[in-house]
């Protein structure tokens, strides 16, 4: 099949930024639903999905759209809301690897802040275009609320005094950036620094609350989609599919959340995902979404489909899917594909990865919660300790009693100090912790990178003395 301009897919959008910047609740005011204050502690905890149907984004965009007249060609948008929590780089970083453009949300109350500014590296080493929400607008002293209007009729009606501080705080915002490097402008003051034909990346205040400002950043993602990445959301038949989360639903045992890019999905597919045991192979048996607007980490009614094309986010049911890692790649066995091809395609990264440790025959089991996260932990380790901290193993997921028996092996070993578990973002068995004890392996557990370090570096340092 040929790609066609008359063809593209949804682009994927992902939303960044720090903690409690808005981000979910900027989703919430586009689906009109009520996500964000149904979660634990009010963070997000993990990647979420929602498909918006490009009805929903032409009357979302209607107001402003009377005056811009785009032309809205994308069939619809995907967004994937990411946690800003910082224990989350895993899933900011798989959330910008997915994506094809990006709104980092700012608090303007606050400015650009750690995590910010972590998302920010993040989308330029990826070179993913993307836009600057400079949410709660509506915070500035005497905001009048002009609920869901275009954003430069928001601040007509607003007073003098309001408009100043708005100005300040936007130019803060700037003035931050361009210490990071990043030229930027309100979208609308940009002249020849327009987004479309420069480097400059345009600022859109926001109210997630109110809703001001809403259309105009919708707007702008379907207009940077369409022309700076046409070529790219061409649709194309190959399967290009990836592995969101993996979770137990009630009356569906374990299901996998994916994200079809290309291609097609269907039931009745082989399809051969990755684990850290090797390669499965299973029949897919349903293939659910939540209706258009709902979001996929929310327990819904769920759409059945015999078929889906990308982009979409898709949960796929299917047996013997307990094992299978997020962030990695889906394939399915075609009529004239050789199974084992196939399978050895699924697990070249982890493969790759598991070759990187052969070298190491003492050192500690490094153990995380995703391949995207335990990359992530062998990297800092390897390179950002001093001195590096050896791995002879790794695993995934929760810490079991035979992992305990892996490790343990360096006590017999003469290396007593790797009998040591470096845990990040996983759970520890009951059972699994008493045999440690019993069988002197420490555990060392954070949900923050860098305390491992200090965790086993305190250790060794006690051990010298
Ligand atoms: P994490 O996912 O945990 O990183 O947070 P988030 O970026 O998704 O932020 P969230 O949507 O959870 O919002 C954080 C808090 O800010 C909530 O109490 C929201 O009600 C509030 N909030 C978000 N956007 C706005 C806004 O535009 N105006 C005002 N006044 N409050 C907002
Ligand atoms: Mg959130
Ligand atoms: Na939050």
Not at 346 to 373: C, F, I, P, Y
Request: proline share 4%.
């Amino acid at each position: 099949e040929a790609r066609s301009p008359d063809d593209l897919r949804c682009p994927i959008v992902v939303i960044m930024g720090h903690v409690d910047t808005g981000k979910t609740k900027l989703l919430d005011k586009i689906r009109k639903t009520n996500v964000q204050e149904g979660e634990a502690g009010g963070i997000t905890q993990q990647i979420g999905a929602t498909y918006f149907e490009k009805k929903t984004l032409e009357t979302q965009t209607a107001r402003l759209n009377a005056t811009e007249k785009v032309e809205l060609k994308v069939p619809g948008m995907l967004v994937i809301d990411t946690p800003g929590h910082e224990s989350f780089t895993n899933l900011r970083s798989r959330g910008s690897s997915l994506c094809d453009v990006a709104i980092l949300v700012v608090d303007l109350m606050h400015g650009l802040e750690q995590q910010t500014i972590e998302s920010l590296t993040m989308l330029r080493k990826r070179g993913v275009p993307f836009v600057v929400a400079l949410n709660k607008v509506d915070r500035c002293y005497g905001w009048k609320t002009a609920k869901d209007t275009p954003i430069r009729e928001a601040l007509k009606g607003q007073d003098e005094g309001t408009l100043m501080e708005f100005r300040s705080r936007a130019t803060d915002a700037k003035v931050q950036l361009q210490e990071q490097g990043v030229n930027s402008n309100l979208y609308w003051e940009m002249g020849d620094d327009d987004w479309s034909n420069s480097d400059f990346i345009p600022l859109v205040p926001t109210s997630a609350v109110t809703g001001e400002g809403v259309q105009d950043v919708l707007l702008l993602l379907c207009q940077m989609a369409q022309k700076k990445l046409e070529e790219k959301l061409m649709w194309h038949a190959n399967l290009q599919c990836t592995v969101l989360e993996v979770k137990a639903i009630d009356g569906l045992g374990m299901t996998v959340d994916v994200l079809v890019v290309n291609g097609h999905l269907k039931e009745g597919d082989r399809a051969v995902f990755c684990t850290l045991d090797g390669p499965i192979v299973t029949e897919i048996r349903g293939l659910l979404t939540p209706p258009p607007s709902r979001e996929m980490r929310i327990k819904s009614e769920y759409i059945h489909h015999k078929s889906v094309k990308g982009a979409l986010g898709v949960k796929v049911i299917g047996n013997n899917l307990d094992k299978v890692m997020a962030g990695t790649p889906v394939m399915v066995v075609g009529p004239d594909d050789e199974e084992e091809d196939i399978k050895a395609e699924v697990m070249s990264d982890l493969t790759k990865l598991k070759g990187k440790l052969s070298t190491e025959k003492a050192g500690v089991l490094v153990q995380a919660s995703t391949l995207g996260a335990l990359e992530a932990l062998l990297q800092f380790l390897r390179e950002d300790t001093k001195p590096p901290i050896p791995v002879s193993a790794i695993g995934i997921g929760t810490i079991h009693k035979r992992d305990i028996t892996k490790i343990s092996i360096m006590n017999e070993k003469g290396h007593p100090e790797y009998a040591t578990v470096l845990a990040f973002d996983v759970d520890v068995e009951r059972e699994a912790r008493e045999y440690a004890q019993e069988m002197n392996v420490r555990i060392m557990t954070a949900d923050i990178i860098y305390h491992l370090f200090d965790q086993f570096t305190r250790f060794m340092d006690e051990l010298k003395q």
